[in-house]
T-cell receptor, first 115, second 116 residues
């Protein structure tokens, strides 16, 4: 099983649609979870951290289900500028404190928002 | 704040030559820097973790003698690809964490390396 698994997509949605991405992770001891966004041929940019109670930032809502080891990202009222690859990222839970900083990256889910 | 720069943004070199890539944290001190590589349509692959003043920790399968990392100060880390081959052509990205912020990584814009 991959450490972080995402549906690669692509998701093609019309402007204004609501779209949800899911991600599962294998290490039950992981403590930190993130969604990053990566545009074509660019570096990843942090979209939002994912907190246990779920969190919202404008049109974006992230949720965490520790029991199922599952993270989600919901985008409401999609804009053309939301077209990108969304990367699910989980910290490497390890007794080695240095290794805890290591992030495990999913392959990403590609989103295309169409006019 | 938390700006990370990389230089060069792209480079083309001949097979057998060495290429040095710089990663700088411009407005904060980076206790740890990470070097990643990304091939087309693939995920980021961590190559090594670099802590200021100590030897880098390389991931399994990454040759430390081929990818030399130096993290001489709290704002600069360098990656040198030695004796580059066409299969080393990739997008190399660095990231940095601030002291105390363990997981939040700030990424540089990346360096696209093409080896001919």
């Amino acid at each position: 099983r991959k450490e972080v698994e995402q549906d690669p997509g692509p998701f093609n949605v019309p402007e204004g649609a609501t779209v949800a991405f899911n991600c599962t992770y294998s290490n039950s001891a992981s403590q930190s979870f993130f969604w990053y966004r990566q545009d074509c041929r660019k570096e990843p940019k942090l979209l939002m951290s994912v907190y246990s109670s779920g969190n919202e930032d404008g049109r974006f809502t992230a949720q965490l289900n520790r029991a199922s080891q599952y993270i989600s990202l919901l985008i409401r009222d999609s804009k053309l500028s939301d077209s990108a690859t969304y990367l699910c990222v989980v910290n490497n839970a390890s007794r080695n404190a240095g290794n805890n900083r290591k992030l495990i990256w999913g392959l990403g889910t590609s989103l295309a928002v169409n006019p | 704040g938390a700006v990370v720069s990389q230089h060069p943004s792209w480079v083309i070199c001949k097979s057998g030559t060495s290429v040095k890539i710089e990663c700088r944290s411009l407005d904060f001190q980076a206790t740890t820097m990470f070097w990643y590589r990304q091939f087309p349509k693939q995920s980021l692959m961590l190559m090594a973790t670099s802590n200021e003043g100590s030897k880098a920790t390389y991931e399994q399968g990454v040759e430390k003698d081929k990818f030399l990392i130096n993290h001489a100060s709290l704002t600069l880390s360098t990656l040198t690809v030695t004796s580059a081959h066409p299969e080393d052509s990739s997008f190399y990205i660095c990231s940095a964490t601030r002291q105390g912020a363990v997981y939040e990584q700030y990424f540089g814009p990346g360096t696209r390396l093409t080896v001919t």
